[in-house]
């Protein structure tokens, strides 16, 4: 039914519509249906769209919620600001792709994470999937902050400036 709708919708796309069908069949990701009237297609599927994800938790009891502000640590304000850096001012990459990046995270991961871990695994999973810096300088990188010490959260980095952390990169 829904593809007659669409070409009643898009009759100057009929033909194009039909094209597609048949190759959806032609290479096997549609079947015909014979049972209906409209002779529509059922696309294969290999997922399952109505069972839940690791990272959906609506509805499920997810114990005392704490609504206590809190302070943010150094490094997730900078997560925070890098995010912001690069779906509004440089606009690299969106909102969307941060979700997609965290709810494609594995189960175990998810679970693991803090909200700003999962935020910065996204990020850097979507800027080398973009190409916009390689594996081996995002590893460069990471080997120079845990040399420094400043690995960790709750490290040396959250004492510091923003100024004296770019004074000790100098040197």
Do not use: C
């Not at 919708?9 to 009237?37: C, E, K, N, Q, W």
């Not at 997560?79 to 941060?98: F, G, P, S």
């Not at 709810?103 to 909200?115: H, I, K, N, Q, V």
Request: proline share 2%; aromatic share 6%.
């Amino acid at each position: 039914m829904a593809i007659s709708i669409l070409r009643g919708l898009f009759g100057g796309f009929a033909r194009t519509i039909d094209a597609a069908i048949d190759a959806a069949i032609l290479i096997g990701v549609a079947d015909p249906v014979t049972s209906t009237a409209t002779g529509g297609i059922m696309l294969a599927m290999d997922r399952n769209f109505t069972a839940r994800g690791h990272h959906d938790m609506g509805g499920l009891d997810a114990g005392e919620i704490d609504r206590d502000e809190h302070d943010y640590a150094l490094w997730e304000k900078r997560v925070d600001a890098m995010m912001m850096l690069l779906t509004n001012k440089l606009q690299i990459m969106t909102v969307d792709q941060l979700r997609k990046g965290i709810e494609g995270l594995p189960p175990d991961a998810y679970e693991r994470m803090s909200y700003y871990e999962r935020w910065i695994a996204s990020v850097a999973n979507t800027l080398l999937d973009a190409g916009v810096i390689s594996a081996d300088e995002l590893g460069a990188r990471m080997a120079a902050i845990e040399a420094r010490g400043l690995g960790a959260a709750g490290s040396e980095s959250e004492s510091k400036s923003g100024s004296e952390l770019n004074q000790g990169e100098a040197g």
